[in-house]
């Protein structure tokens, strides 16, 4: 008879933190999405995204991380026992019951993604419409995954 904890583990640690680090990739860019859409546009048909667009994506979320972490954290400890909320970057009113200290770190972080997302050769209005499509199309998260994996393990290329 298997344990219960052999199911649970049953997948190796690198296999683990990838899909880790995808899932977080993905609350990260949905996370942008949500906050740095400052309008919205009805397109009939956005264009195909390509590989470059792809590889794009990846650096820019694998660039955010570290940054959406710490902010996070940051945030968590001057909010102490309560649960930090979900914050908007462009809706003042979902920072209004922060602590001004964590209203500057949410700003700066968002700041910092857009600068990110830019450097990386995208706008933001690019990049939000692929996170969209990501959570739309199974074949694209593939992509994103398999490349956001790529990127980390540089030696297997």
Do not use: W
Request: proline share 5%; hydrophobic share 35%; net charge positive.
């Amino acid at each position: 008879m298997k344990k219960i904890s052999d199911l649970i583990f049953r997948n190796s640690l690198p296999t683990m933190l990838s899909r880790t680090l995808f899932f977080g990739a993905l609350t990260t860019s949905s996370l942008i999405v949500g906050t740095l859409t400052f309008h919205s546009k009805a397109d009939a048909q956005s264009p195909p995204i390509n590989n470059t667009e792809i590889t794009s994506y990846a650096q820019a979320v694998l660039a955010m991380e570290p940054s959406r972490q710490q902010a996070f954290e940051e945030i968590k400890q001057l909010v102490g026992n309560q649960e930090v909320p979900k914050i908007v970057c462009n809706d003042p009113n979902s920072m209004n019951n922060l602590p001004r200290k964590a209203r500057d770190i949410a700003v700066n972080y968002c700041n910092r993604s857009q600068k990110i997302v830019e450097d990386n050769g995208l706008s933001i209005d690019r990049f939000n419409g692929i996170t969209v499509e990501i959570q739309n199309n199974n074949n694209l998260k593939r992509q994103v995954y398999n490349t956001l994996i790529r990127l980390q393990n540089p030696d297997s290329q």
